[in-house]
């Protein structure tokens, strides 16, 4: 079973498939099953979905440095890394995606000039604003001329556009919206999981100090 679900998370055409499958859903309540409470805004539907779908591969991204910490031998979570690059700018998409299908609904740019002071959108439009400088630094070429550390040091703004998201999808409903917590609530609790592991590595490692620092000292 895990050597299956490896073999399928190392192929790219599979990730793609994965990644790509989430967007296409509107297809189905449109034109198949023809739902009405679909039908009677479509607009706004994709918009939703498309915000949502664009939330969850962020999620998705940001899962795999937390995975790895928790659970580096199981080979499917080492296989999936290799993505890691094409989940975060399918990420990027989808939110512009996202903001592209907004202009479409709104008719075009004349709102947006009053709206954007709005905090709601001014907090999704600074996370996408990060979404896509790392979406840009994201080629081969920009990122051997920042090198590795700058690199690094720039794409941990992802946490940043997180957080905006977060913040962006509770304001978009005037209830709180219960997926926040099954969508960002495993996030949490994995980067919780390897914080914790950390800890009682390097305090597992201050022990062995102690005990080889105590031997010498004795000899
Ligand atoms: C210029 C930037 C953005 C604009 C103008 C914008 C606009 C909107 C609008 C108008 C809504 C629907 C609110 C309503 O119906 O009352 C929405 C919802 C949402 N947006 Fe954005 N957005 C932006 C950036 C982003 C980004 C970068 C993400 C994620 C990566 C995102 C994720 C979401 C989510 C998750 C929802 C809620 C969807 C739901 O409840 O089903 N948005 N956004």
């Known amino acids: 079973m895990n050597t299956l679900l490896a073999r ?5 055409a599979f990730v793609a498939a994965c990644v790509v499958a989430p967007g296409l ?18 607009a706004k539907y994709v918009l939703h979905h498309l915000g949502f779908t ?4 962020l999620v998705a991204v940001l899962l795999l440095s937390p995975l790895r910490a928790i659970l580096p031998r199981w080979r499917p979570v080492l296989v999936v890394q290799r993505h890691r690059r094409f989940v975060g700018v399918s990420a990027f998409v989808y939110a512009a995606l996202h903001v592209a299908m907004h202009f479409v609904y709104e008719g075009g740019f004349a709102t947006f000039r009053t709206d954007w002071q709005k905090p709601f959108i001014l907090v999704g439009l600074v996370a996408f604003g990060i979404l896509f ?4 630094t994201s080629l081969d070429r920009v990122v051997r001329a920042l090198g590795s550390r700058r690199w690094k040091w720039l794409h ?3 946490y940043v556009a997180a957080v905006l998201v977060l913040y962006h999808q509770i304001s978009a409903r005037k209830v709180f919206p219960e997926q926040v917590l ?5 996030l949490v609790v994995a980067e919780l999981a390897r914080v914790g592991r950390a ?12 005990a080889l620092g105590g031997g010498s000292g004795a000899y």
Not at 25 to 39: C, H, I, M, N
Request: with cysteine.
């Open 8 to 12: 399928l998370l190392q192929s790219r």
């Open 25 to 42: 859903w509107p297809a189905w309540p449109l034109f198949v099953t023809g739902d009405s409470s679909v039908a009677a805004d479509p």
């Open 54 to 57: 664009a939330a969850c591969v």
């Open 133 to 136: 400088i790392l979406a840009a």
């Open 156 to 158: 941990r703004l992802v």
């Open 182 to 186: 099954w969508l960002f609530g495993p």
């Open 199 to 210: 800890v009682v590595r390097g305090m597992g490692r201050d022990a062995g100090d102690r």
